[in-house]
């Protein structure tokens, strides 16, 4: 049988591992939902796996790596667990799915059944990777509806490697070719889970298959446009997510029908700007990895920490692993490059801090530069000499700081920049918090928090907008900016806020901005000593935000400690004077109706990311403490930039201070670390928990406690990049 002469009925025929069999153009919407359920079991190899290695394997990989050396290092970091190159893209093994693309340096071997044996006598749980985005010229040849289309009619070729031709995800390629693939991966080598990559798709695609089942699902043609208030925009993208999500299902049907114990772990991204809905990824996966493997151009050290908390708040309790590689990560795409050990380690630690197990990736099993190796391995020992401390930990935080990802898919609004500066304030400020999806606020995944963090969170349905009512209603309390609520979930616009009752503020429809030479009034006067100048005891006025709401007041607010001055010019320098040094429109109103809320009706947070102004971060801060109103969990004392965070678990609570405070700490790689101290790290214990003992985890060695009520309190010397205060409990 000739590639070229291939029907889909013979491809899926002729494959040892034959495929669902449903012509993909005829499926009925919402079908593939139905194969699977979506909820992934519960797996002992996800939850027991803590430290993670990947080998991505490169094509001449069979004619020149060498797997003992591999086997060796995987036993000298304690790595229990392996990511494999399967298939997809290339297969490396002798594979009997047709157009599935053998290595040619493979010749007789079964690489990746040699790996798959020499990892198991280690007693690593095993994952295969496999990579479906691209595809060669025989497949394109016999099938062309299988390739990606741009919008001009033509088949997409790869942009990096002109002889491939780029796949549609959301066609047969995916849900036939690769659910073969798959089969056969999983009969063969019975892996604990297939680890996807690059699944969802390399941009939009106007395929015979998209173009088809879209308008069967919605009756529109394709959009043209990527504006996100595009009404045919908005159905497309809601039904590319669907889409994704339903070959999840197929895929997990039909290997879990082979091993009930596997899964799909699909790479995919986090945050706000993901294009994935990260509520149903999550359901589907006992595992989920954050592939945010390095910094690149002008970005901080916490990031991968800040992948940590938006996985954690839509995968619970399951495992969340922190992808990280030991590369130069920018556009260049120098994949085969070694960064600085004090990057990778600072990296790495960072997401150990935040709750993530570490999972390191070597692009390619041929070693060009060994310098990594050892750095690597310590880390991964450390981890395991410290395990107790670092298992089934819960959060201490109060506060959440909550992302919306319908709000960047549909308001067009620049969402991540407004979290950004709450996270930068934040860890400034040594506040442990957790991040919250918005469309997961009801009470079971708001226990433990006292105070949200609504940033520019635009599109709330008006059940979201009831949750958040509720929250208040119990004692809960709220830091929102600028136009929370203004739109619904779907980024129509209201006429006012949907959460006007709980600002206690009504937009009049106005909006300034972009704002030049503004500032904000601190009214010391009407509030001597008010904790809101904390740390800008000396400032009259401070810089205002760029953009801001015209509101009015629905009722007499009994403190405005900050108000506008109006902009006024900026040159000729004659003309550079206030034209009103005073004016009673509050930048700041606050209120208790149950919980305390805080609203801001300007960009703060997003200009404070832009500029990271100092006082717009004591600004941050004291709205958080206000709200909070209690005593904090952990305070830490000293010198320096240090993420905190804080965590208690049956035997221990732990706070991890890492030191991020650098030269390089907003543009990387790090080339050394600059150890910070002393530093007084006070706990305050909950109810009912004894003190036994204190311990520095990264020193090694016990260290005294000094107690006073339910306030523990441990000097730490030094860190030089991260400490753990260990209390036994």
Sequence with gaps: MSASSVTRREFLQSSAVAGTGVAISRVAPGLWGQVAAAAAPATAWAAKTMRWAQLTLVEDDPAHFEAGFWFDYFKRTRSDGVCLSGGGCVAYYPTEVPFHHRSAWLGDRDVLGELVTGCRKLGMAVLIRTDPHATYEDAKAAHPDWIAVEANGQPRRHWSSPEMWVTCALGPYNFDFMTAVHKEIMARYRPDGIFMNRWEGSGDCFCVHCRENFKATTGLELPRTADARDAGRRAFLEWRRKRLVEVLDVWNGEIRAINSESSVVPNNGSGALSPLDAIETSRRAPMLAADRQARHGLAAPWLVGKSAKEYRATMGDKAVI????????????????????????????????????????????????????????????????????????????????????????????????????????????????????????????????????????????????????????????????????????????????????????????????????????????????????????????????????????????????????????????????????????????????????????????????????????????????????????????GPGLIDVTAWKNAGAITVHLVNLTNPMAMKGPYRDFFAVGPHTVRVNLPAGVQAKRARLLAADKDVGMERAGTVVSVAVPSIRDHEVVAIEV
């Design 322 to 637: 922190g992808l990280f590689g030991i590369g130069l990560e920018e556009a260049y795409r120098w994949k085969d490059s070694v960064t600085s050990n004090a990057e990778i380690r600072i990296w790495a630690l960072d997401a150990v801090a935040n709750g993530m197990r570490p999972w390191f990736t070597k692009f390619s099993g041929t070693l060009h530069d060994q310098r990594w190796l050892r750095e690597i391995e310590d880390i991964y020992v450390w981890t395991e000499r410290n395990q107790r401390y670092l298992a089934e930990r819960r959060p201490m935080a109060r506060v959440g700081l909550v992302y919306s990802q319908q709000t960047a898919w549909y308001s067009g609004a620049k969402v991540e920049d407004y979290a950004l500066g709450w996270y930068q304030a934040l860890v400034e400020s040594r506040i442990p918090f957790e991040m919250v999806h918005d469309r997961l606020l009801d009470a079971e995944h708001l226990a433990g928090l006292k105070t949200l963090i609504l940033p520019n969170l635009v599109c709330l349905s008006d059940a979201q907008c009831e949750q958040l009512r509720v929250f208040v209603g119990r004692g809960g309390s709220i830091v929102a900016t600028h136009e929370t609520s203004l739109d619904d979930e779907r980024g129509t616009r209201r006429k006012n806020f949907g959460l006007a009752d709980v600002f206690g503020v009504d937009w009049t429809g106005k909006a300034q901005g972009p704002m030049l030479n503004s500032y904000i009034r601190l009214e010391h006067e009407a509030m001597p000593g008010s904790a809101w100048f904390a740390g800008l005891e000396d400032a009259p006025r401070v810089i205002n935000g760029v953009s801001r709401l015209e509101v009015t007041a629905r009722e007499k607010f009994a403190e405005t400690p900050f108000t506008l001055i109006p902009s006024y010019p900026d040159l000729p320098m004659e003309k550079v004077y206030p034209r009103e040094a005073k004016t009673d429109v509050s930048c700041l109103y606050l209120r208790k109706a149950g919980g305390r809320i805080a609203y801001f009706p300007f960009d703060i947070d997003r200009t404070f990311w832009e500029v990271l102004c100092g006082d717009h971060l004591k600004m941050l801060r004291n709205a958080v403490l206000w709200a909070n109103d209690e005593a904090p969990v952990v305070e830490v004392d």
